[in-house]
């Protein structure tokens, strides 16, 4: 059990401490009355796009079928809005509005979408009436929709893709290739640092099969400046036979897990060596050591040698302590310029759609095929 180094607050006492030195928006925050007031979930901006898309389909829906003289109409309209009061709109409705999604939109492999994307707006659907209107999804009428979306009926509305989009594996050969290429390059690559980066973004995703958007800005948290940091790393002196040359390693730990953003504790840990000489160029150790002592983000040492060729005989494992000023910089950031020249930004992380650009010109230029859809996300 844990001791605590000063005597526990009481909950009055806590509460108390807490409310004084709370800044003027906060204060207002807890002090505030809440009855009355309705409250959402937070949600990812990509899911808040998916549910401004299945709304304006909705009513897009509703506005066809209100245009039709030949469809009968209620007395009440059908809530166009799905807000606090809205009446939950009856199955046989639903229905309509399933075999519309079906016939009306779009696949980016076929003519129609697959099964599973109007599956997808189906509980998107159910999930507004929880979220905007606050009205649960009967279980009753859930199972009357998914039965016409399971039935001959609604396959006989719409001929729904079967394909499915092809997933070729990459294996070393092609890493090293496109790492290669990437510090060949003489026409996309404006910098000698961004070529560390993306080199090292694409080891470390070969090494830890983790998504691009743990590492980089991903695209549905554009604007977020979430990456990795040079916190998430740990670099690590391990004494040797000869204490003169200690071996040089580290830790990296991805925080920005898909589903775990706001959770601290939700985290990923891998470690990384030197390679031999002849696989210098796949070196993901190399490259963090570059963009580390680039930034100068070591308290204890400035060059590499002083890491390396201590003066000192090394006869323990260390860890080199990172500056608190450099704990939240992101280690890959992109490109700007600053009115004379290129350089890397100092605050901004290296978003998504960036990476993937550059990594697709390369891959182009090296003569690799690139069929993909334009729906590609971290």
Not at 76 to 83: D, L
Not at 244 to 273: C, N, Q, T
Request: contains cysteine; charged residues 25%; aromatic residues 10%.
């Amino acid at each position: 059990m844990t001791r605590l180094s000063k005597p526990r607050l009481s909950d009055e006492q806590a509460a108390a401490q807490r409310l004084a030195r709370a800044d003027v928006v906060t204060k207002a925050a807890m002090t505030a009355p809440l009855a009355g007031v309705l409250h959402k979930k937070k949600l990812s901006p990509t899911a808040i796009g998916r549910h401004n898309r299945t709304k304006d389909l909705w009513r897009k829906f509703l506005r066809q079928r209100a245009a039709d003289p030949a469809i009968p109409q209620p007395e009440t309209p059908f809530p166009a809005e799905i807000v606090p009061g809205a009446k939950l709109p009856g199955w046989d409705i639903v229905k309509e509005f399933v075999c519309y999604l079906g016939y009306t939109l779009q696949g980016k492999l076929d003519e129609y979408v697959v099964k599973m994307t109007i599956r997808g707006y189906i509980f998107a659907f159910y999930a507004l009436w929880a979220r905007y209107a606050y009205l649960p999804v009967p279980k009753e009428h859930r199972l009357h929709i998914m039965s016409y979306f399971e039935s001959p009926e609604f396959e006989a509305t719409s001929k729904l893709s079967t394909k499915s989009r092809a997933k070729p594996t990459a294996d070393i050969v092609d890493v090293a290739t496109l790492i290669m290429g990437i510090l060949q390059d003489d026409k996309y690559v404006r910098l000698n640092r961004s070529r560390y980066n993306m080199t090292y973004a694409i080891l470390i995703a070969a090494l830890s099969s983790e998504r691009p958007g743990a590492l980089v800005e991903s695209s549905g948290w554009r604007g977020s400046n979430e990456a990795l940091m040079w916190e998430d790393h740990e670099f690590w002196i391990v004494p040797t036979a000869d204490p003169y040359r200690p071996a040089w390693s580290a830790i990296v730990s991805p925080k920005l897990l898909k589903g775990k953003r706001d959770d601290d504790s939700a985290m990923k840990h891998f470690f990384i060596v030197p390679e031999p000489p002849t696989h210098r160029h796949v070196d993901a150790l190399m490259y963090a050591t570059v963009g580390a002592f680039q930034d100068k983000i070591f308290q204890d040492v400035d060059v590499i040698e002083d890491a390396l060729h201590p003066k000192h005989p090394c006869t323990k494992a260390h860890r080199l302590r990172i500056k608190e000023s450099a704990r939240k910089q992101a280690v890959f950031r992109k490109e700007v310029y600053n009115g004379e020249k290129w350089v890397i930004s100092d605050t901004l992380a290296l978003p998504y759609h960036c990476a993937r650009g550059l990594m697709r010109l390369i891959s182009l230029f090296l003569g690799y095929i690139c069929e993909q859809t334009n729906n590609l996300r971290s």
